[in-house]
């Protein structure tokens, strides 16, 4: 590969594959981009989610244990 590269202009190495190779793989560059950003989501969602069951969890149970130590 380095040898088909080395005898051409700077701008075909460094700006015209750039471009071809994100025309063609563009697609699928989005799409893992949009899969990543979607599953980011996804586990801040269920961590945000699990978080709050635990504080409702741990409030009415602090609430009931120390209402019943009041009896």
Known sequence: MKEVLEGLPW???WVAVPVIA???FGGLIASVI???IGLLFKVLLF???VGGLV????KFTSSSTSSRNDW
């Open 34 to 36: 949009g899969f990543m």
């Open 22 to 24: 994100l025309v063609v």
């Open 11 to 13: 701008w075909v190495k």
């Open 47 to 49: 961590a945000a989610l």
């Open 55 to 58: 504080w409702v969890v741990r």
